[in-house]
């Protein structure tokens, strides 16, 4: 088990940018795949961005391509999110999440990661 911690949320104008972190526990990080999910109230779970063991591999959602960022430290066993140009759209609780490797190619469904993180809430204001 690898247990994940998020930080970095916050209230950010429209526009803005924001870092998020997920502080990981555990010798089977640097082995894991990790992800950003988010969920807005009263929608569903939804994938946002993924990230293989080795950092050489990722994969977004078509709305947050060219304006979200995901990357890893296996030496500080962290994982983050840059988010720039922020929307509205994009306030939500997001969540870190990892697991082992299933497949070989990128995973986007949320019961595809056995560890989650608690959550952080960003909003966007308009």
């Known amino acids: 088990q690898v247990q994940l911690v998020e930080s970095g949320g916050g209230l950010v104008q429209a526009g803005g940018s924001l870092r998020l972190s997920c502080a990981a526990s555990?010798?089977?990080?640097?082995?894991?795949?990790m992800a950003w999910f988010r969920q807005a109230p009263g929608k569903e779970r939804e994938f946002v961005a993924f990230?293989?063991?080795?950092?050489?591999?990722?994969r977004y959602t078509d709305s947050v391509k060219g304006r979200f960022t995901i990357a890893r430290d296996n030496a500080k066993n962290t994982v983050y999110l840059q988010m720039n140009s922020l929307k509205p759209e994009d306030a939500a609780v997001y969540y870190c999440a990892g697991g082992p490797p299933r497949t070989s190619v990128p995973v986007v469904i949320p019961g595809a990661y056995v560890d989650w993180g608690q959550g952080t809430q960003v909003t966007v204001s308009s």
């Open positions: 555990g010798r089977a990080f640097s082995s894991y795949h």
């Open positions: 990230i293989n063991w080795n950092g050489g591999t990722t």
